[in-house]
């Protein structure tokens, strides 16, 4: 079965510290790899996907990036953090009618 | 502009009768649609989903109806339970592999 792991669970920041987010799949091969960001009070939002290893799209503007150095795993990074990044951010996987969250990480940016 | 809509921030039912939660859409190009349920401090986890080539979906508690005319689906829960008690949220997505995730709805369920 597939799993998905993100790490770490919580993190706390200060404004202009450099981020790295994790996220590995197991039990699947080429996954579609997604980076949502859950705000205080506001739904998931997309912030980037990824079709296969290299391949990045980013949804909006913002000091965040991603990387995808391998087929399962996928990175959320910052150079310099905002308090605006503080948040629940959480990787996903999907198949054709079907997307699977890990278990997030709470961001706060201190 | 927010093409995936849950009007509803919260919704409270009490235990044993029906929890209905609803959702609307603007994207004519959605084609399936899914629900979702979160606890705190917890990833999203999958519910239910219906295709658009269908009108219901059912499993177990949960039955999902979809109005494409209406550009309206809704998620029953039947008969809600405490366990129940979550944020819900409507998803729809396209050919492009992407969701687009409504607000949510925050269910609470009284014993």
């Known amino acids: 079965s597939q799993t998905i792991h993100q790490w770490p669970a919580t993190l706390v920041q200060p404004v202009g510290s450099p981020l790295s987010l994790e996220c590995t799949v197991e039990g699947t091969s080429n996954p579609n790899l997604y980076w949502y960001r859950q705000a205080a009070g506001r739904g998931l939002q997309l912030l980037f996907y990824s079709v296969g290893i290299g391949q990045i799209s980013s949804e909006v503007p913002q000091n965040l990036s991603a990387s995808r150095p391998q087929d399962r795993q996928f990175i959320l990074s910052s150079k310099k953090l905002l308090l605006s990044d503080s948040g629940f951010y959480l990787c996903?996987?999907?198949?054709?009618?079907?997307?699977?969250f890990g278990p997030g990480t709470r961001l706060t940016v201190t | 502009d927010q093409q995936v809509k849950q009007n509803s921030p919260s919704l409270s039912v009490q235990e044993g009768r029906i929890s209905i939660l609803n959702c609307d859409y603007t994207n004519s190009m959605f084609d399936y649609f899914l629900w979702y349920k979160k606890y705190p401090a917890e990833g999203p986890t999958f519910l239910i989903s219906i295709s658009s080539i269908k009108d219901k979906n059912e499993d177990g508690r949960f039955t999902v109806f979809l109005n494409k005319s209406a550009k309206h689906l809704s998620l029953h829960i039947v008969p809600s339970q405490p366990g129940d008690s979550a944020v819900y949220f409507c998803?729809?997505?396209?050919?492009?592999?992407?969701?687009?995730f409504g607000k949510g709805t925050l269910l609470t369920v009284n014993p």
């Open positions: 998803a729809a997505g396209g050919s492009n592999y992407k969701l687009t």
């Open positions: 996903a996987w999907s198949v054709r009618t079907g997307m699977y």
